[in-house]
């Protein structure tokens, strides 16, 4: 289960960020998950709690966001693709492999209350695919 590991370098890198910010406590970490990252969502869930525990991260949601594949048709331009079984523009039917979106695996924000208790955010590294 590789999303254990992938799990604690997430923690590492918004804990990272957030002791530079002076943030004391996440609430929430959002992650841009694509469909190629190779990731396993249900499984990342599950071992994001275990990688949070003893780190500021600790009792965080982690919130993903669903990025579909996308590819760049030569006729279309970018074009989403309905399934990831066939690479070919689902209008034109042309076959492409130029990934536009898809591929990621990347820290968008974290939340954190600030010191009046006010919902604030910060954003944070990319976290490379591993």
């Known amino acids: 289960m590789h999303e254990l590991s992938i799990a604690y370098s997430l923690v590492q890198m918004a804990g ?14 959002h992650l841009r998950l694509g469909a190629l990252s190779g990731v396993v969502e249900e499984a990342l869930l599950f071992s994001y709690d275990i990688a949070a525990q003893g780190t500021i991260l600790e009792g965080s949601r982690l919130i993903i966001e669903k990025i ?16 990831m079984q066939r690479f070919r523009c689902p209008i034109c039917e042309t076959p492409t ?13 974290l939340e954190f209350e600030d010191e009046e208790d006010e919902l604030a955010g910060v954003a944070a590294p990319t976290l490379a695919a591993v």
């Open 16 to 29: 990272e960020a957030a002791a530079n910010a002076g943030i004391h406590s996440v609430q929430v970490v």
């Open 68 to 83: 579909p594949v996308a590819v760049r048709c030569p006729t279309c331009g970018e074009v989403e693709l309905p399934t």
């Open 97 to 109: 492999a130029d990934i536009v979106r898809g591929k990621e695996l990347e820290i968008a924000a």
